[in-house]
Antibody
Framework: QVQLQESGPGLVKPSETLSLTCTVS????????WSWIRQPPGKGLEWIGY???????NYNPSLKSRVTISVDTSKNQFSLKLSSVTAADTAVYYC????????????????????WGKGTTVTVSS | NFMLTQPHSVSESPGKTVTISCTRS????????VQWYQQRPGSAPTTVIY?????PSGVPDRFSGSIDSSSNSASLTISGLKTEDEADYYC????????FGGGTKLTVL
């Protein structure tokens, strides 16, 4: 059974870059999509972006200028970098496996998360 | 892109049935599949419904999903409520970007 584990610093200074890694175990990172989602304290879920194992990405337009997601298939890991952080970036950060496919009945693509990591708390403070 | 709007909270008694709505602001709700996630306090979300009405293995059949084009909404219905169903529930859809609803806190009392 595939499991995901987030890792990285729990405290980041304002204006610096937040860096997190998600390690995939119990399965291969290949042939799947991989997502980052965050949840500020007491608030709802916010999608950050996703990456295909081949390296193609899609980012939330509101964060796109500051986000980079990359994948390392040799390590079965994918990573998140968020630059120029402020207190508003304080949140629990989740990584998740994504399922992406075409629906012939709707003539549209769809995407959802089917396996989630436990999440890691990142605080932005000096 | 579109927004998904959910009620902030709902409450119901054990054994009863509750329905949580998710209304799409623009475009047809039927155009893109809707998913539902359950998030118990202090835990990560888990998927309870995908592709409008499909249940992952391990999710009890007390959970069901549907869409209603007339109200442009999706719904999550939980029957035979148990105290363990008390959680936040989020709807989600995709149309070149991933959108989440704001979440609904379900209280079972």
């Amino acid at each position: 059974q595939v499991q995901l584990q987030e890792s990285g610093p729990g405290l980041v200074k304002p204006s610096e870059t937040l860096s997190l890694t998600c390690t995939v175990s119990g399965g291969s990172i290949s042939s799947y999509y991989w997502s980052w989602i965050r949840q500020p304290p007491g608030k709802g879920l916010e999608w950050i972006g996703y990456i295909y194992y081949s390296g193609s990405t899609n980012y939330n337009p509101s964060l796109k200028s500051r986000v980079t997601i990359s994948v390392d298939t040799s390590k079965n890991q994918f990573s998140l970098k968020l630059s120029s952080v402020t207190a508003a970036d304080t949140a629990v950060y989740y990584c998740a496996r994504g399922y992406f496919d075409w629906s012939p009945t709707q003539s549209s693509y769809y995407y959802y998360m089917d396996v989630w990591g436990k999440g890691t708390t990142v605080t932005v403070s000096s | 892109n579109f927004m998904l709007t959910q009620p902030h909270s709902v409450s119901e008694s054990p054994g009863k049935t509750v329905t949580i709505s998710c209304t799409r602001s623009s475009g047809s709700i039927a155009s893109n599949y809707v998913q539902w996630y359950q998030q118990r306090p202090g835990s990560a979300p888990t998927t309870v419904i995908y592709e409008d009405n499909q249940r992952p293995s391990g999710v009890p059949d007390r959970f069901s999903g549907s869409i209603d084009s007339s109200s442009n909404s999706a719904s999550l219905t939980i029957s035979g409520l148990k105290t363990e169903d008390e959680a936040d529930y989020y709807c989600q859809s995709y149309d070149s970007s991933i959108s989440f609803g704001g979440g609904t806190k379900l209280t079972v009392l």
